[in-house]
């Protein structure tokens, strides 16, 4: 058995997201020989792992594996890479799709240096989404440090353009287009690959839990950018109100998730988010303690030595009991009312922070992709093995919440069922 | 084709600010007597449409502008060499604009990067016939979905299994739990559908009750050896799926759960198989039983036996729950559980269970099984100490699941202890081969792919005896190329996850013959062609670089010369770094490429108390950080010339002799996270740079200088706002320490 085979490239794949499961899908497919086509929304790529401070088990930075996906990402041809960019309008079949996409000027042209100078010049500001709105940044902006493209990025909802023109004078090779219109493209491709990924979700909703009326309650997700060295406090988890490291942590899984008002399914890793989280706290300060407030506590496979280490750190608590509600005591502080499961007891426990463990919303089911793609009833598509319809692959948490490891997995998976398509011809 | 090297030197981005270009240009000129072209934006269309047409006759390129980890878009020519020389990052953004230190810098970053163009050489792809075909090892749910998913992707397959039929551990599944919307009923197993596809293929050729005598060569080219029930069959293959799948834990170990102690006491493995024939009847008296106990975590999550979560098991005893139920509209399921892990979507299904008013849930941990008097489950309530007593007529263990893989790296070890004992030379070395015996003897004869790699016949294990390097960033990515894990083997999983694994995994077999076929490397240096070369003549047999080597490339002939086997490389350098008598180079990485470079640093002598420091840095994480912090405008100190390398294993200590007798007067290495939470990307590059420090002490005390010359740090990306310190830090305490007396020498 020497014979070889000879893959029939065939039209290029489309990857709709560029977080880790569609960058990952696109460096795999663009290594297996295929053309790719990577339509991102946001200006940069990285999706919601950029914006974590570390992954669990081994609180290592999410951009070190992101930056070798980059590496093999920049010197390839293989991959058409086209931020701002959303899907509008899908037709055909495997083999050949027509796909309807649509860019939102960014303002700033391919001439980008990155030197930073517009940034000076600017004026205005604007709130920083990559830091879920905890601090500004200029109307012109690099999304953050390590963003790639690393290309500046115009907010025009908070920018006067011509009125002002601070940036483009001083942008020494021409960067700068205020003129810019959302231009339309169609494109060909065999297959799609919809790793749309996820957003948290909306701790406004949550009203029990305070979310909103206390300062000094906040999301896993914002908890995140707060102990980000890029973040806005520089790394140090402060309390919104007093801006002091708080002592007392208390972690409120499950909010908004496994919860039929809200999300009825596990949004899976969110259990070890907060266990990650709780080693930021404990590790900032050696007079600090968490306590948890779970209903299960979910560490599939290896990933329990990671609770176990926790649990054996005396200074970390915990309760078997969903918080029902949050209210506010003296000086900032945030009083959780819940009900020990085990005991039986209602039990109430003061802490100077409460992060909200919330969960994964699925983005797919804001797309508007054609209503004939197989979603569940929380709007997650379903899976490669059976697909969403047919040449249209979902990945990662697009169709079902996921950690990395297990994302970047199945992003591989799901690039050989295009293969499978694209092979073909 | 033209040797010449054009240079480029770009002032935009404030790096005219910063260094004076012009007298750079004329110093380019003096020095290589090659006139630079300036520009002002090299990037933009003018600039690179110079670039293109300077090269489109042949030559190589010297870019002076920004790092090479920016505008590679732009500044990447086909089968061209550009040099990049970071004057922005490296130079202008870090350092005080005008002074002579900071012009000092800029000069002699452009001779490095002469230098590297100077030496460079075209690397020659490995272009020998690759083979494609695909062997999957293991005839389970994964690797029979791999199977089906490879042939539909138009590759050859053969698929071995041991037993004597294909369909493993789930052809004993009565139902399996579900696996799409609305995640509520119970399915009929996947497997036997998975069965026909794969008997159907024209493709799929399949040894049943088959072994594995041999795997010989290397990814593109390993020739497999099998014994079949009619005998040895051989032939080719590119790649490699092994889904070996799992084995239960062995409830012999749980006698303090009952196990063994009353046949009522049997395992979820058990009783799938009742459901399966319908029977589900008590062992002891083959009655229906009315109360079914389930025990969670019956030897998982257990330090005393597996303490990992064995993942599908709450399902799995949800599952079963329900069998009790069907059976039975009047029996009780009551499952004693730690955490009920019912993951994403399989809450629904979780739900479900709990809305039957026949399955009761308690949370608690189970301190043991009484059998005499009627069977007892004892558990307490870990919180308030309370002690519950549930009766039951059976109980069913939810048993973990254990990988069904071999350690290629402790049978090794094994194999090796034995040969020392039979030569029986040294009593001391008898004495710690019987240690390593004792320690792995249990690894004897747990061979499966038997391949012919020096490290070992499988691949190596990491934590609890499942294969894996990577497993966050790449989950596929074991140590040995071309070589992809699979299914339960690599995670406990349940059947939809290990479907995906195996879809995963053949497209990582598709995607390594492919590139093999372009002369390519795999991940994480996609589109490399280089490979290393061995100048054995100069060879000591000293065997470092064949046991270094974290993807065991290297095999050795009988007198323990290097055989490399060079599609099974990873390119990162380790041999290089490892190699003593410095016989192991790149075409475009090499001691000599790297040694030149240093060599080409101008030092100025002692009275000009200007120190020089040399840094190597991964380029994957201190490099990028070093960007970083310079595009915040941090200061560093103007001392440091960084040379990025491949991992910081591939630094040979060499380098370090040849800096400290240029003239270096200090000498910094950082490397990425190693430990049990190692962040390298080629597993333990940095690990071996500090057991090489010893080497590198000695080194420092032979020439008589301080040890503190010589620095050796770990740094994560994402610690850009430490970097600056580190480098100002170790320059501060360089002054303090003088300068080097070889300078001049």
């Known amino acids: ?425 | 084709m033209s040797d010449d090297i054009h240079v480029f030197i770009c002032s935009g981005c404030g790096i005219g600010d910063a260094i004076d270009v012009d007298a750079l240009g004329e110093l380019v000129q003096s020095e290589y007597q090659v006139k630079p072209r300036i520009h002002p934006a090299l990037c933009g269309e003018e600039g690179v449409a110079l670039l293109a047409a300077a090269l489109a006759g042949g030559g190589k390129a010297v870019l002076c502008a920004c790092s090479h980890r920016e505008k590679c878009d732009v500044f990447t020519i086909p089968d061209r060499f550009v040099s990049r020389v970071s004057l922005r990052e490296g130079v202008a953004w870090c350092q005080p604009a005008g002074e002579e230190d900071t012009q000092m810098l800029a000069n002699d970053y452009m001779r490095m990067g002469m230098v590297q163009a100077q030496k460079y050489d075209v690397p020659q792809p490995f272009d020998e016939e690759i083979a494609d075909g695909i062997l999957v090892v293991g005839g389970g749910c994964t690797g029979l979905t791999a199977a089906a998913e490879a042939a539909a992707a138009g590759r050859e397959v053969i698929l071995v299994e041991k037993a004597d039929e294909i369909g493993g551990r789930l052809l004993k599944n009565h139902k399996q739990f579900p696996t799409k919307p609305p995640y509520r009923e119970l399915e009929e197993p996947v497997i036997i559908r998975l069965i026909e596809t794969v008997r159907s293929s024209d493709l799929i050729t399949v040894h049943t009750g088959t072994k594995i005598t041999s795997i010989d060569g290397q990814p593109g080219q390993f020739d497999v050896k099998l014994e079949t029930p009619s005998g040895e069959v051989a032939f080719r293959v590119g790649a490699v799926v092994q889904a070996t799948g799992w084995k239960p834990y062995d409830a012999t170990k749980l006698e303090h759960l009952g196990y063994g102690l009353s046949p009522d006491v049997i395992t979820n493995v058990e009783f799938e198989e009742m459901a399966k024939n319908e029977a589900i009847l008590r062992p002891s008296d083959g009655k229906p039983p009315r109360e079914v106990v389930f025990i969670q975590c019956a030897g998982s999550r257990d330090q005393e036996h597996l303490p990992y979560c064995s993942a599908v098991c709450c399902r799995v005893s949800l599952k079963q729950a329900l069998y009790v139920r069907e059976m039975d509209p009047d029996a009780k399921a009551i499952i004693l559980y730690k955490d009920m892990r019912a993951p994403a979507q399989w809450e629904e299904f979780y739900k479900r269970v709990q809305e039957d008013e026949g399955v009761f849930f308690n949370k608690g941990d189970v301190t043991g099984v009484t059998v005499n008097g009627g069977l007892k489950v004892l558990a307490e309530n870990t919180l308030l100490g309370e002690k519950i007593e549930v009766p039951a007529d059976l109980v069913v263990l939810a048993t973990g699941m254990v990988p069904d893989a071999a350690d290629g790296e402790a049978i090794r070890k094994v194999g090796e202890a034995r040969a020392i004992i039979a030569k029986n030379d040294s009593p001391v070395q008898v004495e710690m081969a019987n240690q390593t015996v004792e320690e792995f003897g249990h690894h004897e004869g747990t061979e499966i792919l038997n391949l012919n790699y020096r490290q070992g016949p499988d691949l190596p294990a990491l934590k609890y005896g499942f294969p894996d390097s990577h497993f966050i960033c790449f989950p596929f990515e074991t140590r040995r190329t071309g070589i992809y894990a699979a299914g339960c083997m690599r995670a406990p999983s349940d059947t939809l996850t290990a479907e995906e694994d195996a879809q995963g995994a053949v497209l990582k077999t598709i995607q390594a013959t492919n590139l093999l076929k372009e002369g390519y490397s795999v991940h994480p240096r996609w589109g490399d062609q280089s490979f290393p070369d061995f100048f054995l003549q100069r060879c000591t047999q000293c065997k470092r670089c064949t046991e270094e080597c974290p993807f065991g490339t290297l095999n050795e002939d009988a007198r323990g010369t290097p055989e490399l086997m060079p599609t099974r490389c990873r390119r990162c350098g380790i041999c290089l770094g490892a190699c003593p008598e410095r016989i192991v180079s790149f075409k475009d990485y090499s001691i000599d490429i790297v040694s030149s470079m240093l060599k080409a640093i101008d030092i100025p002598d002692e009275f000009d108390e200007k120190p020089r420091l040399l840094a190597f840095f991964c380029e994957n994480d201190a490099y990028p950080a070093f960007d970083r912090a310079a595009a915040l405008k941090t200061r560093m100190s103007p001392w440091i010339r960084v040379i990025p390398v491949r991992c910081l294993g591939s630094v040979n200590v060499v380098w370090i002799a040849d800096a400290l007798s240029s003239g270096f007067d200090g000498i910094l290495l950082i490397g990425c996270k190693s430990g049990d939470d190692y962040q390298c990307h080629y597993i333990k590059g940095s690990e071996l740079m500090g057991t090489r420090s010893s080497n590198i002490k000695e080194k420092l005390t032979q020439l008589a200088l301080e040890t503190e010359r010589v620095r050796i740090e770990e740094l994560s990306i994402d610690e850009f706002d430490r970097l600056p310190e580190i480098i100002n830090e170790f320059a501060g305490e360089i002054e303090e320490i003088g300068m080097n007396p070889f300078k001049g020498f």
């Open chain 1, 1 to 425: 058995m020497t014979a070889t085979t000879t893959d029939n490239v065939g039209a290029p794949i489309l990857v709709i997201g560029g977080g880790i499961s569609g960058l990952s899908a696109a460096v795999e497919a663009s290594e297996a020989g295929h053309e790719v086509y990577l339509v991102e929304r946001n200006a940069y790529l990285g999706g919601r792992v950029v914006q974590l401070n570390k992954y669990f088990p081994k609180l290592c930075p999410p951009t070190c594996g992101v930056e070798i996906h980059l590496k093999r990402l920049r010197t390839t041809p293989r991959v058409h890479l086209l931020t701002q960019t959303e899907v509008v309008g899908v037709a055909g079949g495997p083999g050949k799709f027509e796909v309807e996409l649509e860019k939102t000027p960014r303002g700033v042209n391919a001439n980008c240096t990155n030197c930073g100078e517009c940034v000076e010049a600017c004026p205005k500001e604007r709130p920083n989404d990559f830091n879920y709105g905890m601090d500004e940044t200029k109307a012109i902006y690099l999304p953050y440090g390590a963003a790639f493209p690393a290309r500046h990025a115009i907010d025009f909802d908070h920018c006067d353009r011509d009125s002002c023109g601070k940036c483009r004078d001083v942008c020494k090779v021409d960067a700068i287009d205020f003129g810019g219109k959302v231009e339309t493209e169609t494109i060909t491709v065999s297959s799609l690959i919809v790793a749309t990924g996820w957003k948290p979700y909306d701790a406004n909703k949550l009203e029990e839990l305070g979310y909103g009326k206390f300062k000094n309650v906040i999301t896993n997700v914002e908890m995140e950018r707060l102990a980000a060295v890029d973040g806005p406090t520089g790394g140090k988890i402060l309390r919104p109100s007093d801006h002091q490291a708080p002592k007392v942590v208390a972690f409120v899984h499950c909010a908004g998730s496994r919860d039929e008002l809200h999300l009825a399914h596990c949004s899976a890793v969110c259990c070890l988010a907060s266990f990650k989280q709780a080693n930021y706290v404990l590790q900032a300060s050696e007079d600090a303690t968490v306590r948890h407030f779970y209903i299960d506590r979910r560490a599939p496979g290896r990933l329990e030595d990671f609770l176990q280490e926790l649990e054996n750190n005396e200074r970390a608590t915990f309760v078997k009991g969903r918080v029902a509600k949050i209210t506010e005591g003296a000086d900032g502080a945030v009083i959780l009312h819940a009900e020990d499961t085990l005991s039986g007891q209602k039990v109430e426990f003061t802490a100077d922070l409460a992060v909200l463990a919330v969960g994964l919303d699925p983005e797919a089911k804001d797309a508007g992709f054609p209503s004939g793609w197989l979603t569940d009833e929380q709007g997650f598509m379903v899976g490669n093995s059976s697909s969403a319809a047919p040449g249209v692959f979902a990945t990662g948490c697009a169709k079902r919440p996921a950690e990395v490891s297990a994302c970047v997995k199945d992003a591989t998976g799901a690039v050989l069922k295009a293969h499978q398509i694209a092979r073909r011809g």
